[in-house]
């Protein structure tokens, strides 16, 4: 090569040497890396399906339905109580106008 | 076949329906894919680019290969050499600046004179290995890049180590030929 001071000839070794130097391995970004593998795993994964996922969600389902309907019979029951008192105090001032 | 090449088909056969077994070849792959484009193209960004199509493409293919004795690796590299051709094609139709900034790990280098003399040598050569025919540029990369045997090279690019051998004293003709070309130009 030109730029090689002592302007040695270009035998087969010497280009193997120069290809050994020059030629060396580059490592891509590691946030290029786990990018591309997220696009192409994670993402795309099947995991969002996977049999953990289902149980978590039914449970998540029956959990709220449960607390759903305990609420509701603790509403039912306080409208009962409440019509039950009512009835009372009505019946009360009957007897007493009587 | 080597246990870790069983290892690798059993991985590639669940890569179809398993996207773990898919993210484990990718693992074992990228960074050589990586390589072998960066050194085709000279370019970080185009790299990442082509790398990522690489992949992208083996994701919806992988279903369709089929194990032929030929490592998983062969096929990816197939892949990565039809799209580096492509890319040189639409290059080609598109007036570009060449970017041969590619500098080797010459930090080992203090002096400056020595230092200049390096990078210039370097310049040189990765030039001349770009203008090698494409099979020859796959060669140099997987011997010296990726430090493969002739066999393995053999796999990879189809021919036999004989045939690896022969195309190898070539290309170092070729490539004394196209440094004395660049170095007379200059």
């Not at chain 2, 059993?10 to 484009?37: C, P, Q």
């Not at chain 2, 199509?53 to 919806?60: E, G, I, P, W």
């Not at chain 2, 369709?64 to 580096?84: C, E, K, T």
């Amino acid at each position: 090569m030109r730029a090689s001071a002592n302007r040695q000839r270009l035998n087969r070794k010497r280009i193997e040497q120069l290809l050994e130097e020059s030629l060396i391995p580059v490592e891509p970004s590691q946030s290029f890396v786990s990018d591309l593998r997220a696009r192409l795993v994670t993402v795309k994964g099947d995991q969002l399906l996977s049999p953990w996922m289902i149980v978590l969600i039914l449970a998540s389902i029956v959990i709220f339905i449960a607390s759903a309907l305990g609420i509701a019979l603790r509403v039912l029951l306080a409208l009962l109580g409440l019509v039950g008192i009512m009835e009372r105090q009505r019946r009360g001032s009957k007897a007493l106008s009587a | 076949m080597t246990p870790l090449e069983v290892d690798e088909m059993e991985l590639v056969r669940r890569a179809a329906s398993d996207s773990e077994a898919f993210g484990e070849l990718y693992n074992r792959h990228v960074t050589r894919i990586y390589n072998y484009i960066y050194y085709r193209t000279g370019d970080y960004q185009d790299a990442e680019d082509l790398t990522a199509r690489v992949f992208q493409r083996a994701l919806r293919h992988v279903v369709n290969f089929q194990d032929q004795g030929v490592p998983f690796s062969a096929w990816l590299y197939r892949i990565a050499h039809n799209l580096v051709a492509n890319w040189h094609r639409d290059r080609s139709r598109r007036p570009v600046v060449p970017l041969e900034d590619h500098v080797a790990d010459t930090r080992a280098i203090t002096h400056p004179e020595a230092l200049a003399i390096a990078e210039e040598q370097n310049r040189t050569l990765l030039q001349a290995v770009r203008r090698l025919p494409p099979d020859r540029q796959q060669l140099l990369i997987l011997k010296f890049v990726e430090r493969l045997s002739n066999a393995e090279i053999g796999q990879i690019m189809g021919r036999t180590e004989g045939a690896i051998k022969s195309l190898y004293h070539r290309t170092l003709n070729s490539l004394r030929d196209q440094i004395k070309i660049i170095e007379d130009g200059a």
